[in-house]
């Protein structure tokens, strides 16, 4: 069975690399994690029978955890206490729209956002009119059929409306 020979070769392996059959650190993460998936779905003590699988799937768990932690780039050190400074300096922060610009530029771009958001309103109100104005003309042509049909039930019978 494959399984078995899997459990035995991820026991058997003499380093981490060993583990997912590398040679060396210069494979990419995704590849990485790419062996590293299609070895736990054969080895995963739920899948597989064997009686060293939960050993196995440890050893791979572990080893997959070491030899990532090796391919992931430095993060950058982080400031140990308030006012002292990394030894990195930290990303510059994006600008925001209205940096660099003048109070007349502003003003102009909220009074035109004001502008487009009002007739965004208007629209939405003039909608909002026509379908009441739909749902009333439905609903005075459904009261005139309804007359008209009782109109004809009376004359056919002979009542007084």
């Not at 380093?15 to 040679?23: A, E, P, Q, R, Y």
């Not at 140990?80 to 003048?102: D, H, L, M, N």
Request: charged letters at 30%; hydrophobic letters at 35%.
């Amino acid at each position: 069975m494959m399984a078995d020979t899997d459990v035995a070769h991820i026991l058997a392996a003499a380093t981490h690399l060993d583990v997912f059959g590398l040679s060396s650190y210069r494979t990419g993460p995704q590849e990485l994690r790419r062996l590293y998936l299609k070895l736990c779905l054969r080895v995963h003590p739920d899948k597989n029978s064997s009686e060293r699988a939960p050993q196995a799937f440890l050893r791979l768990s572990t080893a997959y955890d070491h030899v990532s932690a090796r391919l992931q780039p430095p993060k950058p050190p982080q400031a140990s206490r308030v006012g002292e400074p990394a030894t990195a300096p930290p990303a510059k922060k994006a600008k925001s729209w209205w940096q660099g610009k003048t109070l007349r530029q502003i003003e102009q771009h909220v009074q035109q956002e004001l502008i487009e958001f009002q007739a965004e309103l208007d629209c939405a109100k003039l909608r909002r009119q026509q379908q009441r104005d739909r749902r009333k003309a439905k609903r005075a042509a459904n009261a005139d059929r309804v007359k008209a049909g009782l109109s004809h039930l009376y004359a056919k019978y002979g009542l007084d409306e």
